[in-house]
């Protein structure tokens, strides 16, 4: 591969990562009866409406990554709870906060 496509495809892969990792996050909070229990932040907006399948979509996805990134590669998971929390309303229209409560088997 040439270097320059090389480094335009690892800069891409970084503002990927950079995007994911400042727009949500993921706490663990109880242990409980063999499941981890976590609380996973993230967004709603213009670019990913709340209401929008694909953005929904793409919301699990980057929960996924937190999953995989914390070790639960492949378990099964369950959203027990969504909380949206309005935050404002820019020139693009309203922003909310989400937060789900995620329940995976515990390792």
Not at 3 to 11: F, I, V
Not at 96 to 107: E, G, M, N, S, T
Request: proline share 4%; charged share 25%; net charge negative.
């Amino acid at each position: 591969m040439k270097p320059a496509a090389l480094l335009l495809m690892t800069s891409a892969l970084l503002c990927g990562c950079a995007f994911y990792d400042s727009k949500t996050g993921f706490v663990p909070t109880r242990l409980e009866e063999g499941y981890q229990y976590f609380r996973y932040r993230t967004f709603a907006d213009a670019a990913y409406p709340l209401e929008d399948a694909a953005a929904e979509k793409a919301r699990t996805g980057w929960l996924e990554t937190w999953l995989a990134d914390s070790g639960y590669t492949g378990t099964p998971y369950e959203v027990t709870k969504r909380d949206v929390l309005f935050r404002n309303t820019n020139a693009r229209g309203d922003v909310y906060d989400l937060h789900y409560d995620v329940r995976v088997i515990a390792h």
